[in-house]
């Protein structure tokens, strides 16, 4: 069975503080993807990173990053300095050998106070 | 750059009506999805679609479900015979291939009176 653990619901920062989010996903197929994606108050969900099983190395895109490690089935997401602007909620996914189906996890909402 | 797009935004209807909701995927892409998002909770898989059939369908997909591309361009969800637990918000997503990367549309909201 494919799961997502997103276990903060709700993260308060102050702007221009670093934030992780956390994300442990369980799944016994060898071969899977993870996701996250934003969704802004907006309500859109915004592509933000995929990451196939077989890469554990860490990615940094400007002020994100985000950390893989398949020995604790995790995949957290960091904002470095982060703005007011990043808030919203924030879906980890996981799509195993089927690639057709999205396991999303119940999200994390972040709220960035200036 | 190229978008899915999603209509209406807003759909109010009254229980046991029927609703379509319409998808444009991005032009090139050939496989195509719904999820739904009943407020405040986690993004749910409905449906996956390629080569004009189902690939993937959800336990929620019952029989009152159901998904169409009926031109080159167009992308539906049929709900048959509304009910209340239905309101949520509905996504469309298409994909390049099949590893690819699910670009989402802004959703419709649907109501169900």
């Known amino acids: 069975a494919q799961k997502v653990t997103q276990a903060q619901t709700e993260i308060s920062v102050v702007e221009k503080e670093d934030v992780t989010l956390d994300c442990v996903y369980e799944?016994?197929?060898?071969?899977?993807?993870l996701f996250w994606y934003k969704q802004p108050p907006s309500g859109e969900l915004v592509f933000l990173i995929r990451?196939?099983?077989?890469?554990?190395q860490n990615e940094i895109s400007g002020r994100y990053s985000w950390n893989f490690q398949k020995s604790t089935s995790s995949f957290n997401f960091t904002i470095t300095a982060s703005q007011v602007v990043d808030s919203a909620v924030y879906f980890c996914a996981l799509s195993g050998n089927n690639f057709n189906k999205f396991y999303f996890g119940s999200g994390t909402k972040l709220n960035v106070k200036p | 750059e190229p978008e899915v797009t999603q209509t209406p935004s807003h759909q109010v209807t009254q229980m046991g009506q029927e609703v379509i909701l319409r998808c444009v995927p991005i032009s090139n892409h050939l496989y195509f999805y719904w999820y739904r998002q009943i407020l405040g909770q986690k993004v749910e898989f409905l449906v996956s679609f390629y080569n004009n059939e189902i690939s993937e369908k959800s336990e929620i997909f019952d029989d009152q479900f159901s998904v169409e591309r009926p031109d080159g361009s167009n992308f539906t969800l049929k709900i048959r015979s509304t009910k209340l637990e239905d309101s949520a918000m509905y996504f469309c997503a298409s994909s390049d291939d099949y590893y690819g990367e699910q670009y989402f549309g802004p959703g419709t909201r649907l109501t169900v009176t």
């Open positions: 799944t016994r197929d060898t071969t899977y993807y």
């Open positions: 990451r196939n099983s077989f890469d554990e």
